[in-house]
């Protein structure tokens, strides 16, 4: 199947500072990637949808200017935390639709947050 | 709206005894149907898919899952489990007119297998 990485794969930062996701498509193109967030125990809450060559589009209740999105190239989406606080910590995960008919996500190792 | 319930947040079965986890969607249009599994720490890795045709879905790891259009379920099954099993699984939905492709989450069950 399909093939997605995450860097880092676990990041600890201050409260304040910003933080970069990359997320990589390695063996498909994706003009599209999504970005999750999964708190302990729950379920993966959907935050954005990253669009090559276009904005992303947020889902109700996400801050845009808090979590920046990039979909750089068709194998490249970072997602970066700004102003990070301890509130901001958690798993997240992003996603690539791929298949006949992009109809199949496959997901990247997730990275974890911890905002001290 | 789409939604997916999963109604067993946790279950648990001794080694080699089957096991079924539940899973019920409510759309009002076509979809397409998903099992993720999600060890801890990690992303989630496709275990098997609905998109059409045969509505008895065979995946990997010896999982299966049977689509039931009247009954709006794509419960998962596996006749014997291992203790390597155990972990989270998402069952999700997504819209075949959807061109986004996004998906929709269950609240996950958590497949505890005990020897």
């Known amino acids: 199947g399909a093939v997605v990485s995450q860097h880092p794969s676990r990041v600890i930062c201050k409260s304040g500072t910003s933080v970069k996701i990359e997320c990589r498509s390695l063996?498909?193109?994706?003009?599209?990637m999504f970005w999750y967030r999964q708190f302990p125990k729950q379920s993966l809450m959907l935050m954005a949808t990253s669009n090559e060559g276009s904005k992303a589009t947020y889902e109700q209740g996400v801050e845009k200017d808090k979590f920046l999105i990039n979909h750089a190239s068709l194998t490249l989406s970072t997602l970066t935390v700004t102003s990070a606080h301890p509130e901001d910590s958690s798993f997240y995960i992003c996603?690539?639709?791929?298949?006949?008919?992009?109809?199949?996500?496959?997901f990247g190792p997730g990275t974890r947050l911890l905002v001290l | 709206a789409q939604s997916v319930t999963q109604l067993d947040s946790q279950v648990p079965v001794f080694e080699e005894a089957p096991v079924e986890l539940r899973c019920n969607y409510s759309s009002s249009v076509s979809v397409y149907l998903f099992w993720y599994v999600q060890y801890p720490n990690q992303g989630l890795q496709l275990l098997l898919k609905?998109?059409?045709?045969?509505?008895l879905v065979k995946g990997i790891n010896g999982f299966e899952a049977e689509f039931n259009k009247s009954q709006t379920s794509f419960h998962l099954r596996k006749p014997s489990v291992h203790i390597s099993d155990t972990a989270e699984y998402f069952c999700a939905v997504s819209d075949h007119g959807d061109s986004s492709y996004k998906l929709i989450f269950g609240s996950g069950t958590r497949l505890l297998v005990r020897p």
């Open positions: 609905y998109l059409s045709g045969s509505t």
């Open positions: 996603s690539a639709p791929s298949g006949g008919k992009q109809e199949t996500q496959y």
């Open positions: 063996d498909f193109q994706a003009t599209t």
